[in-house]
């Protein structure tokens, strides 16, 4: 037990001491994951023969006295909506329940040159819809601290998982919070990258200008360690952007953060906020100006209107992405008597309700007719939000916000009003519409469930929005506080 919460820097130097094994370290996660899947959920595919096979692998170069990935070795999980060569990548829908892709995503061939051990890949939403990781068309996620509550989405199982004890770490995609937001709910640090500096080639589009795949890990410096690895240009992506990528470690620094401004937008403190989230965050404020920094209120003025806006901008890019579903070219097909008939049986069967949704919403905004009044106008909001970061960027470092209004939120509370389901990622949809970075940290809890702090940055500071991150690691002392998630009992 005393591995399965270690952070993957410590299991890399016992690994490199040969003080564990990388057959024992897999052995050891997928006997823990075979204690608590049952309950928690996290997984729609378990691949633990190749787990073994790859931890073997690492044996062989140890035993050679090979110099190791610091990642090389550690157990992980990718979520079901990165492509991985000859194993099923279902997206949690239906309409893709036995795809198996011909090629990888970028992400994950860097992970394999780095040394990976899959344990597997996760549940979420259907096609990343959804907040809560209960729109999967196989099973609804629970969340480690408290198995009657959600783990966030659409990344839930990533970060279930890693909360749970059944792998180091994970990655998950980001259209509109779906890393930082499940990250906040299961205590678990998540990072959104800036559009463009990780590849998402392989990645099962959704929202192509919005998408982003990162981390979600047990510490900041594990968050740095994996987008090390999956950081980078990568020419097979068109929207990859050709810039270095600085050594992510090294940036941590020791915790000080001396005359560092950092912005605190008051609209992001609404008076719906839970009190203890709010009291949360205003502790974690406190540790900052502790480490040195200065902070001070500012104001996004545009941010009421990102909500509606993404809401047009997402949907409509899903429609067009996910209209290759048509039981021609891809995915399931159900039989009937002409073509359109099985368009329209196909689709009604292999999507769900919140798939269809979102589809029939971001059809109507391109339609003839109302495109300039719905679509184009949200894509002129989209700039004013860029605007208003930029200018908040030129007065100060980083902004500083909670992740969600709230903690987690019971199963089946918020699954019927999906407005309300939408409102859970209020906090985190700016930064995807401005392309930025944002990091979530775990800062305090509520009621006995983890709050995240959320960091974002300018373009490309990840570097910078990591240090300040570990200065809040270092000062709340939330690292290495996990779910008493009971093995063999009723939950």
């Known amino acids: 037990m005393d591995l399965l919460f270690r952070p993957a820097h410590e299991l890399h130097r016992l690994l490199r001491r040969r003080e564990v094994g990388a057959r024992e370290l897999a052995e050891a996660f997928l006997a823990r994951l075979?204690?608590?899947?049952?309950?928690?959920?996290?997984?729609?595919?378990?691949?633990?023969?190749?787990?073994?096979?790859?931890?073997?692998?690492?044996?062989?170069?140890?035993a050679r006295g090979e110099e190791l990935s610091p990642l090389a070795g550690l157990p992980l999980a990718l979520k079901d909506n990165l492509c991985t060569r000859g194993l099923r990548t279902t997206c949690s829908s239906r309409m893709l329940a036995e795809w198996v892709p011909p090629y990888s995503a970028t992400v994950v061939e860097?992970?394999?040159?780095?040394?990976?051990?899959?344990?597997?890949?996760?549940?979420?939403?259907?096609?990343?819809?959804?907040?809560?990781?209960?729109?999967?068309?196989?099973?609804p996620t629970r969340n480690p601290w408290d198995l009657e509550r959600v783990p966030g989405g659409s990344s839930g199982g990533s970060a279930a998982a890693v909360a749970a004890g059944e792998v180091v770490y994970a990655l998950g995609s980001d259209t509109g919070g779906s890393i930082r937001q499940p990250a906040s709910f299961c205590g678990v640090v998540g990072l959104k990258p800036t559009y463009g500096l990780v590849s998402r080639y392989g990645l099962v589009a959704f929202a192509s200008s919005l998408d982003q795949i990162g981390p979600l890990t047990r510490d900041v410096t594990d968050c740095a360690l994996v987008l090390q690895a999956i950081a980078g240009h990568d020419p097979r992506d068109s929207t990859s952007a050709p810039v270095p990528v600085p050594d992510y470690v090294a940036a941590l620094g020791d915790g000080r953060l001396a005359g560092l401004k950092i912005g605190v937008p008051k609209e992001y403190f609404p008076p719906g906020i839970e009190p203890g989230v709010r009291q949360a965050v205003e502790r974690a404020l406190g540790y900052l100006e502790e480490a040195g920094a200065r902070c001070e209120e500012t104001s996004l003025p545009h941010t009421p209107y990102a909500l509606p806006a993404y809401y047009l901008v997402a949907p409509a890019e899903a429609s067009s992405n996910l209209a290759r579903y048509d039981g021609v070219q891809y995915g399931y097909r159900t039989e009937a008597e002409d073509l359109r008939q099985m368009y329209r049986r196909t689709r009604?069967?292999?999507?769900?309700?919140?798939?269809?949704?979102?589809?029939?919403?971001?059809?109507?905004?391109?339609?003839?007719?109302?495109?300039?009044?719905?679509?184009?106008?949200?894509?002129?909001?989209?700039?004013?939000?860029?605007?208003?970061?930029?200018?908040?960027?030129?007065?100060?470092?980083?902004?500083?916000?909670?992740?969600?209004p709230t903690v987690a939120f019971r199963l089946g509370e918020k699954i019927a009003d999906p407005l309300a389901m939408y409102l859970s990622d209020l906090f985190t949809i700016p930064v995807n519409m401005a392309g930025l970075p944002g990091l979530s940290v775990p800062c305090g809890f509520s009621n006995g469930l983890p709050v995240g702090l959320q960091i974002i940055g300018p373009p490309f500071s990840e570097a910078l929005l990591l240090r300040v991150g570990y200065a809040v690691e270092q000062a709340a002392g939330c690292a290495g506080r996990w779910p008493a998630l009971e093995v063999g009992s009723d939950g």
């Open 348 to 404: 009604r069967l292999g999507f769900g309700a919140e798939v269809k949704r979102r589809i029939m919403l971001g059809t109507y905004a391109l339609s003839a007719g109302y495109y300039d009044a719905y679509y184009l106008k949200a894509l002129k909001v989209r700039r004013l939000i860029k605007e208003d970061f930029d200018r908040a960027f030129g007065r100060f470092a980083v902004l500083v916000t909670p992740t969600s």
């Open 34 to 62: 075979d204690a608590v899947e049952d309950k928690v959920k996290a997984f729609v595919t378990v691949t633990r023969k190749l787990a073994l096979e790859q931890a073997a692998a690492i044996e062989v170069r140890l």
């Open 110 to 139: 860097r992970l394999a040159e780095a040394g990976m051990v899959l344990v597997g890949k996760t549940n979420m939403d259907e096609f990343a819809m959804g907040s809560s990781t209960e729109n999967s068309a196989f099973f």
